[in-house]
């Protein structure tokens, strides 16, 4: 059957009611499209757990700052349709920012309301850089899940700080939905899938490649029973390309995303980094 394209919040809502009505299992796969081998692994996922699988492709406004690169984000949904139904999709939600948001959207964000996460794991990492950055997320994600209602959403971990975030307001706001985390998913030179890796040249491309050795090399040391985080952080340093614009290292403990100085299980080292214009990320959980 082939997947159904949907723009409008009223007739996603629709289909979700008849589904429920037979007691179907419901998963939600939250996308800002252009989607890759990443997204497919998630969709994958979906379609083990669960009866009926959704896409969402939404390139969400509120989510990026005045200088980033909402305008030039790519957009392929002709391409991501094809990927949907090679991989049993039953339905694209791909709602305009208007039916998301409505015409305040044009205006001013001051005119919408927000979800806005705990200021002790929002502002830091990448929310120091990119305020505001979050509270976009969590209100996207949130109106995700009253539309389309699922029982379960899958995120992938490369995005770390933020699927702590969408756990942590599930939990306290007492959304019933489950969240899958899924591994991240790595080209065959190592570098994570990222729908931003199109803009990499081919030079900037070996560059950011360094990005993943570094984090390989702190898991090896930490394997080797350095748990030092000064120690940790130099070495990855030494590793990272010059070229390399660094945004943070940082080494946090993923249960309470509070900073460690001391590595230990269920540590959380993440990067941030722009090559040229690019700007990437990515983690190791040890």
Known sequence: METLLVNNILQMKEINKNWKKSDTIVGLVPTMGALHNGHASLIKKAKEMCNKVVVSIFVNPIQFGPNEDYDKYPRS???DKILCNELGVDVIFSPTPIE???ENVILSNNELSFVC???SIVDCMCGKSRPGHFDGVATVVTKLFNIVKPDYAFFGQKDAQ???IIKKFVKDLNMDVKIIPCPIIRDVDGLALSS???YLSENERKIALTI???LKEIKNLYLSGIIDTGILFDTAISILDKNI????LEFRDFNTFKKVDKVKENTLVAIAAKVGKTRLIDN???
Not at 245 to 248: A, H, K, P, V
């Open 77 to 79: 949904i002709e391409k």
């Open 100 to 102: 998301m948001y409505g």
């Open 117 to 119: 996460p705990p200021y």
């Open 162 to 164: 933020q699927l702590f």
């Open 196 to 198: 931003r890796n199109t």
């Open 212 to 214: 993943p050795k570094s």
């Open 245 to 248: 614009e660094l945004d943070y």
């Open 284 to 286: 190791e959980i040890l």
